[in-house]
């Protein structure tokens, strides 16, 4: 019934599933599984960090790494595809030897590995096409649909009226053709304004 962070290193699909349905079976709900490579040290070529997508699908719990690299790239790439739990060894002196100081960072190299996958971790965001606070200001390099000129109240818009130009203040360009068929001013529209549909009927 307690929490349970398990490596995976040399297990098979099977022996994975068996391993969660025990301690499942045995009240450990909490279960995170920590993607593993068991080789001391582990190549960067032999890390396979697209295995931790895989196994958030496949088992549907909190998935992590256990680095045994060199480095700690492998820990940020895994945080950049959505590891939340990192175990990393970690020495005093890299130099005073010992069975894992060959793979184990020092404290300022391990200091920055956190700083990093933190970094990587928070440029995940969400998927979408929404407008980003950073990229506001660069709404003026953007194209859209402008008045050319005055457009009197009813007066229906036309290549002489408008025209495509910066900012991307006003309608998307792919819309001109359309607000030719037929669309009018309800009210003037000053020479200069951005078109939007509440400026319009049709």
Same mark, same amino acid.
């Given at each position: *019934? ?7 290193? @040399? ?11 025990? &301690? ?6 909490? /279960?995170i599984? &920590?993607? %593993? ?33 060199k480095?700690?790239?492998?820990? @940020? @790439?895994?945080? $950049?595809? !959505? $590891? *939340? ?12 030897g ?12 391990? *200091? &920055? @590995?956190?700083?990093? %996958?933190?970094?990587?971790?928070? %440029?995940?965001?969400?998927? !979408? ?7 506001? &200001? ?45 669309? *009018?001013?309800?009210?003037? /529209? ?13």
């Amino acid at each position: *019934k307690k929490p349970i962070i398990l490596s995976t290193g @040399m297990a098979n699909e099977n022996e994975i599933k068996k391993a969660i349905e025990i &301690l499942e079976n045995n009240g450990s709900k909490d /279960i995170i599984l &920590l993607h %593993c490579i068991s080789g001391y040290p582990t190549p960067l070529n032999e890390t396979n960090i697209n295995t931790i997508p895989f196994f958030k699908k496949k088992f549907n719990k909190i998935i992590g790494l256990s680095d045994h690299t060199k480095s700690s790239v492998a820990s @940020m @790439m895994a945080c $950049a595809v !959505g $590891a *939340k739990v990192i175990e990393k060894h970690i020495t005093l002196d890299r130099s005073e030897g010992g069975v894992d100081s060959e793979f184990s960072l020092e404290p300022s190299e391990f *200091k &920055l @590995m956190i700083e990093n %996958c933190k970094q990587a971790f928070n %440029c995940l965001g969400n998927p !979408g096409f929404d407008i980003k606070p950073s990229e506001k &200001l660069n709404l003026k390099f953007r194209r859209s649909i402008y008045a050319s000129k005055d457009i009197r109240s009813g007066e229906h818009l036309s290549e002489d009226n408008i025209k495509v130009v910066r900012p991307g203040h006003g309608l998307d360009p792919s819309q001109y053709r359309k607000l030719l068929n037929g669309y *009018k001013a309800i009210n003037k /529209i000053k020479f200069g304004t951005p078109i939007n549909w509440g400026l319009l009927e049709n």
